[in-house]
């Protein structure tokens, strides 16, 4: 049976852009054979790529495009923030709900954007944590809501259940932990469903971000941490939209991305684990997405 694609058009807060709000979600052991692209240049073997597993999938037929040990557990670093805010959504947070920052908040790691003592509303640490990827505001939002950090992940490890995420686990809702374990394969479906959240994909497309601190009124500015946003995979005049990613790092994992992308509306989701470098896993994306829509037609 084809797989349908609902093509609700959602404004993303008023710039003028818009996406598919809801897509197929793809299982690669039920691929679509009608809506799957083919191969044009069987002889075209690959590409060199630096990260020691990656994968390539479409997103309408579930069809594997390119991929190296995409089955293979690792640690997956910060990425794990998109199954954290996906939890967070289901909670349904109150966006308004002011937080001081506290001890309990710290941690070590990446440099902090947030610091003891400080008020925020939810949503500036919800902005934090995606843009900016910061671990403190993950913690933040965890007690902002009254959850312990133990109840929490196990709500993260019933999602991945629910995802059909057969291959992953989580330990902690930052990434900062060796132990939330996953495949470039399971992250693929991280990413997709994560993508289909616009309060999610809102924020990770954003270039920066500026909040007031509540308690002193000084300005706060947040940059992003996904370089691919000024890139080719974001330019409409190639063809090309970014419909939404997500950095990692951490020692145990290497440099970790993941992001969905468009090439004349044929999505695709690429996926690069343990690259060598923060420069080298911008790259490996951008290698693989032009031999992918180089090699394979779609219909």
């Known amino acids: 049976m084809l797989l ?15 996406y598919f709000a809801d897509r197929p979600f793809f299982n690669v052991e ?12 069987p ?12 994968v390539a999938i479409d997103v ?53 954007h947030l610091y003891r003592g400080e008020r925020l509303k939810f949503v ?12 403190n505001a993950i913690r933040a939002m965890i007690r902002g809501m009254g959850m ?12 991945a259940v629910a995802l059909d995420m057969a291959n992953s686990d989580f330990a ?5 932990s060796e132990l939330n374990l996953s495949t470039a394969q399971d992250v693929a479906r991280l990413i997709h469903f994560a993508m289909q959240k616009n309060e999610i994909r809102e ?36 063809g090309y939209e970014l419909i939404g990613g997500k950095t990692g790092y951490l020692f145990e994992a290497g440099y970790c991305l993941g992001v969905e992308i468009e090439n004349n509306h044929r999505a695709v989701v690429i996926v690069v684990l343990d690259s060598p470098n923060i420069d080298q896993r911008f790259q490996d994306v951008k290698v693989i997405a032009d031999w992918v829509y180089s090699n394979y037609a779609w219909q």
């Open 148 to 159: 312990s950090e133990v109840d929490f992940v196990a709500k993260m490890n019933a999602k």
């Open 124 to 135: 500036d640490l919800w902005k934090s944590a995606l843009i900016a990827s910061d671990n």
């Open 4 to 18: 349908k694609i609902i093509l609700t058009l959602l404004l993303i807060n008023g710039t003028g852009n818009v």
């Open 60 to 112: 309408n037929s579930g069809k594997l495009l390119l991929q190296k040990d995409s089955n293979l557990r690792q640690p997956i670093a910060s990425i794990t923030k998109l199954m954290t805010a996906l939890v967070i959504l289901e909670m349904k947070p109150d966006w308004n709900l002011e937080v001081e920052m506290q001890k309990s908040d710290e941690t070590t790691g990446a440099f902090p």
């Open 172 to 176: 902690d809702p930052t990434g900062l």
């Open 30 to 41: 039920t691929i679509d054979e009608a809506a799957a692209p083919e191969r044009i240049n």
């Open 203 to 238: 924020s990770v497309l954003q270039p920066s971000y500026s909040f007031r601190i509540l308690n002193n009124n000084k300005l706060r500015k947040i940059n992003n941490t996904d370089i691919l946003l000024g890139s080719f995979l974001n330019d409409k005049k190639h």
């Open 43 to 54: 002889e075209n073997v690959g590409v060199d790529v630096a990260a020691k597993r990656f």
